[in-house]
C-alpha cells in the first residue's frame, strides 16, 4: 500500500556524536507521537551503526545514502549493498542529484546499484529530477521518465514495487526556491503515469513519490496535500529536529 514517508538526508553533516544527539532528539520528540507518516533519517555511513542503536525501530526507519555498484572486492573506498544492510539500515538512498552531479553516476551505474540493494533487501529511495536548464526547457517531463526508464525499466513489477522514488528538482535544492504545490502535484502526477505504463495502475497507486527541494515546515502541508505527493525527501531541515518534527507533523 502506498506510504506516506517524511525522510531526512543528512547529507555530509553532523559528527559521530552530533548525529547521534540529533537521532537520540529526535527519537524522544517522536516517543510521545504517532506519526501519520514513516519516518526515515538517511546519515552518513560512519554514523548508521550508533543511529540504529539510538532510535525505536518501530518509529524510526534508518537508510544509508548510497552503495556500490559493486557486490565485493577492490573497491577501495566503496561500502556494498551487504555491508549497509549489517549495519542495521533498512533503506539506501540512491541516485540523488548530488551523486549524479560530482560523483559521476550514471542511469547505468544506478541500475546496478538498485539491483544490489533489492538483492540485499534494502528499500532504495530512489531519486529523480531535472536541472533548472531542463526545467526552463520545459524537458523535465522527458528528463525524469529517461532517469526512470534507463535505471528502473528491467525490474520485475514486484521488484519494482519495493522501491519509493522522490522528484527533487535539482533547482530547488537547498536554494530556497521551491517548486509550487501545482509544479509539483503535475510531475508527480506525470511520474505515476510513467510508473502505470510499464507496470500497471495497481503498482502505480501503490509507489510512494517523495518531493525533495528546499521543503520546510511552513511549506510541507501545502506539498503534501496534492494527491500525488505522498511525502518528503528533506535535506536542511533534517538537521534540526524541531525543524524535520514539524514536517512530519505536516501529515
Ligand atoms: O535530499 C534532499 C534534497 O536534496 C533536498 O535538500 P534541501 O531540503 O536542503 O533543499
Known sequence: MRQNIVAGNWKMNKTLQEGVALASELNKILASKKPNCDVV?????????EVVKTVDK??????AQNCANKESGAYTGEISAAMVKSTGAGYVILGHSERREYFGETNETLKEKTDLALANDL??????????????????????KAQIEEALFHLSADAFAKIILAYEPVWAIGTGKVATPEQAQEIHAYIRSVIADKFGAEVANNTSILYGGSCKPSNAKELFDNPDVDG??????SLKAEDFVGIIDAF
Open 41 to 49: 533519517i538517511g546519515v552518513p555511513a560512519t554514523h548508521i551503526t
Open 58 to 63: 518501530n518509529k524510526i526507519g534508518v537508510a
Open 123 to 144: 528499500t532504495p529511495i530512489f531519486c529523480i529530477g531535472e536541472v533548472l536548464e531542463e526545467r526552463e526547457a520545459n524537458q523535465q517531463n522527458q528528463v525524469v
Open 232 to 237: 518528503g525527501l528533506i535535506g536542511g531541515a
